[in-house]
């Protein structure tokens, strides 16, 4: 009976032992995910926060850079447009990690040819290469494979720059080449290579090897993250290879494509006469309305600024009853309040215009948010906006009405 009585007393213990562990777990897991929330919303409110003012200096930078042009201050225009391209490009990584994770990148594959790619990765990173004292050399090559040109592009451009980054004597190789119906295309650097315990890790959105005090020249840690979820969107495995203190050897294998005829290649140009001549523009920050207005004023368009949409149907009915209808309506996402911007330019093509083609602009990392904007089929661009990109977007948006 006594043995009885402690077997049933340690089963007791052991199980209230348990209970108490699965309580204690299932509470961290809790305030796990709050923190993982909480987290999520800052980053989504902080990465808002910084493009609003960024997106305002680099449209206002463009138009100092315009009028600036023959005289001694331009220098000064164009160091600040550099550094304003800089931040921009940190903000754009993480914009990118957030746009693959809510699922709103959908890949377009096709049979393409390697060469431009290859020939554009050259360009990007020969004088790159050169400022560090180290060889670029990117082979040639005749074959095509059937994937997505921008996205792979984007792949590739991140996996370059990485190399570049942690090699500081030799160089960078990139080529291609078939094996049976798949063809790799490998990015070899003679860089301080990677130890097996980070072989993985340095997939991790912000990890970075031998970045502790997180030197900002080193970048945030994102590149080699965004490159392999662009290599799992687009079902192309990605392999490392690395010694430490001898260099890395990524490969990429996609399928192999036949070879299309080709078009001569397009003229690239920016047409001013094929912009919209009269814009609305609805956005509760003033100095970014300024400096949208400024850009497209210095480019002949006529702009009306609003703030919110009382504002915007007024502008709307008064061109209306006046016969000058506008060309384009170019609205911020997030509007003063917390007001859905989507939800207002959608009301405001249902009062007055259902084809009054509309141009997004956003900041906004929070996935739910960003699948609205992908499921509602507008034009949408992402802040910080390059002037150039502004203008080719609108004359993209005419085209198309």
């Known amino acids: 009976a006594r043995q009885q009585h402690r077997l049933l007393t340690d089963a007791l213990l052991m199980r209230f032992d348990k209970e108490a562990m699965a309580e204690q777990l299932q509470q961290q897991m809790h305030l796990t995910q709050l923190a993982s929330e909480e987290k999520s919303r800052f980053f989504a409110s902080a990465n808002h926060d910084l493009r609003q003012p960024l997106h305002a200096v680099a449209l206002f930078g463009a138009v100092l ?30 914009l990118d990690v957030s746009r693959l994770d809510a699922g709103v990148v959908v890949p377009q594959h096709q049979a393409m040819a390697l060469t431009p790619v290859l020939q554009l990765l050259n360009h990007l ?31 590739l451009i991140n996996l370059v720059e990485n190399a570049l980054k942690y090699t500081a004597h030799g160089g960078v190789l990139v080529l291609a080449r078939q094996r049976a ?21 340095i997939f991790e959105a912000f990890y970075q090897v031998g970045n502790a005090g997180r030197d900002r020249t080193q970048g945030l840690g994102l590149g080699l993250s965004i490159v392999r979820r662009l290599a799992d969107l687009l079902g192309a495995p990605l392999t490392l290879h690395s010694r430490p203190g001898r260099g890395s050897r990524f490969r990429l294998s996609l399928a192999l494509a036949e070879a299309q005829p080709q078009a001569p290649p397009a003229v690239a140009h920016t047409e001013r006469r094929a912009l919209p001549q009269r814009i609305l523009v609805l956005d509760d920050e003033a100095d970014v309305g300024l400096a949208v207005a400024a850009l497209l004023k210095s480019h002949g368009v006529v702009v009306e600024l609003t703030q919110d949409e009382q504002q915007a149907r007024a502008a709307l009915a008064h061109a209306q009853a006046q016969q000058t209808p506008f060309d384009a309506l170019l609205c911020d996402f997030r509007l003063g309040g917390g007001v859905d911007g989507l939800a207002v330019v959608q009301r405001l093509q249902q009062s007055f215009d259902p084809r009054l083609p509309v141009l997004l602009v956003t900041g906004e990392t929070s996935a739910e948010r960003l699948q609205r904007v992908h499921e509602a089929g507008l034009a949408v661009l992402f802040k910080p906006v390059a002037a150039e990109a502004l203008l080719q977007a609108l004359i993209a948006l005419r085209r198309a009405s």
Do not use: C, Y
């Not at 001694?72 to 993480?94: G, N, R, T, Y």
């Open 125 to 155: 990173f020969a004088s790159r290469a050169e400022a560090k004292n180290l060889q670029l050399r990117v082979r040639s090559t005749a074959l095509w494979v059937r994937s997505d040109p921008q996205l792979l592009q984007r792949l």
């Open 65 to 94: 850079t315009k009028e600036l042009q023959g005289r001694p201050e331009l220098s000064h225009a164009q160091h600040l447009m550099q550094a304003v391209k800089a931040m921009s490009e940190s903000l754009d990584s993480m």
């Open 181 to 201: 119906n798949q063809v790799w295309i490998e990015v070899r650097d003679t860089g301080i290579g990677i130890a097996p315990e980070h072989a993985e890790a």
